[in-house]
């Protein structure tokens, strides 16, 4: 398929070095750079963010938001679907294959994301007292995330990737295992962490990190 004329991307100007490679702007970028559709970023402001424009592209004034020839998307999942479905190289062409690329698409971001930003929360952001009670939220959550884990384990064997090539699936899926990256819950699991492993060596992610970076680091408070 012929990439679209204009693609305009959402991206924040800056945020803290702690959710640096975690924005979820990283995913849309290595699924454009898969897809191979050039794109421009939209650098927003916390001012843009709440402004009524930016609202009319993103209701709740977060990123990414997408402009693709006039049409107008947001949420990554949403977005990264609607460049699968118009990329060869994130979806197969046959309908059923292309069914399993949306449910594990689906699976990346309802069964698994969930608790992952939980714990991320919890360890991440969150900075009260850490009592009994704390320690046990915290306990359930990352047993409920290892149970995932551990079922995405198995779903993996013998593969490289979770449907044997690589497609959309995978960019979410491996978006998602980065959030744990201050954890040990991937790295105790040698097949996913060299699942992790070889998603991002892929050009297209090293690409679309390094630009999700490069921007970050264009807007830093010491460098205004």
């Known amino acids: 398929m012929t990439p679209p004329q204009s693609i305009q991307l959402s991206v924040l100007r800056w945020a803290p070095p702690v959710v640096h490679g975690l924005v979820r702007d990283l995913r849309v970028r290595w699924a454009l750079e898969e897809a191979g559709w050039p794109y421009e970023e939209h650098v927003v402001s916390p001012e843009d963010q709440a ?4 609202r009319a592209l993103q209701p709740f004034g977060q990123v990414p938001a997408l402009r693709c020839d006039g049409l107008k998307l947001f949420e990554s999942g949403a977005i990264g679907l609607y460049i699968a479905e118009r990329s060869p190289a994130l979806m197969p062409a046959e309908p059923d294959a292309r069914a399993q690329v949306t449910t594990w698409m689906f699976g990346a971001l309802n069964s698994l994301e969930p608790p992952v930003m939980m714990l991320n929360v919890l360890d991440m952001i969150y900075s009260g007292p850490k009592g009994e009670e704390w320690k046990a ?17 198995q779903v993996m064997a013998g593969k490289d990737y979770v449907l044997g090539r690589f497609t959309a699936a995978d960019v979410l899926l491996t978006t998602v295992l980065r959030i744990l990256r201050d954890t040990d819950l991937v790295k105790t699991r040698p097949a996913l962490d060299a699942y992790q492993r070889r998603c991002e060596a892929r050009p297209a992610f090293q690409k679309a990190l390094a630009d999700h970076l490069a921007n970050f680091a264009r807007h830093a408070p010491a460098a205004r």
């Open 51 to 54: 402004s009524a424009s930016y």
């Open 137 to 153: 939220l915290r306990a359930f959550v990352a047993g409920w995330i290892e149970t995932r884990l551990d079922t995405l384990v």
